[in-house]
């Protein structure tokens, strides 16, 4: 009797303790702490949100490489290139494809920022972006604006690629005039 009462005193604890873990399906608020990672890049390197400490970074998630909205907003973030330079950003695109997939899309699309590889979306649900589960699971269009700090400073959710480069730069403005 005694076994089932300490079997079922864990099986209480183990099922609050489930209940209590963040799925993933909510993302970082502003002002927290962004979310550590390390993934494998388009260049076959692994990245660290650590290594960009000391500069803004804008992570952004997207869908699926060579898609027709994943493309444009690409080619904005790279024709916007120099402006993130001068306010000492980077830009690091996230998605569930692999670095090699990231590396033909770079290739052929003439992208020189880092794609970075979540294959199994991990990362993405940390930043409550992803979309689906399973083999089917996609990273959802989302950006984070992450401090120099490495604190979350400002959240896009469920963007529009095409004006998407000119809402980060301007709200870079804005956060760097603060």
Not at 20 to 38: C, L, R, S
Not at 83 to 96: D, F, R, T
Not at 116 to 121: E, H, I, K, P, R
Request: net charge negative; hydrophobic share 40%; proline share 4%.
């Amino acid at each position: 009797m005694f076994k089932i009462a300490v079997v079922l005193v864990l099986l209480a604890l183990l099922t609050i303790g489930f209940l209590t873990i963040n799925t993933g399906d909510d993302p970082p608020k502003v002002g927290d702490e962004a979310p550590e990672f390390k993934l494998v890049s388009n260049e076959g390197n692994e990245v660290s949100l650590l290594d960009y400490r000391g500069q803004w970074v804008v992570l952004y998630f997207y869908p699926k490489d060579f898609t027709s909205g994943c493309t444009i907003q690409a080619h904005n973030f790279q024709r916007d290139q120099e402006l993130y330079h001068e306010k000492n950003a980077v830009i690091l695109g996230v998605s569930v494809d692999t670095a090699e997939s990231h590396a033909e899309f770079c290739a052929k699309e003439g992208l020189e920022f880092k794609l970075l590889s979540d294959v199994g979306g991990g990362v993405s649900g940390a930043y409550g972006s992803v979309r689906g589960a399973g083999k089917t699971a996609i990273s959802a269009r989302n950006t984070f604006v992450i401090n120099p700090e490495g604190v979350i400073a400002k959240i896009f959710m469920k963007v529009d690629p095409n004006p998407h480069s000119a809402e980060v730069l301007s709200a870079l403005a804005e956060l760097q005039a603060d």
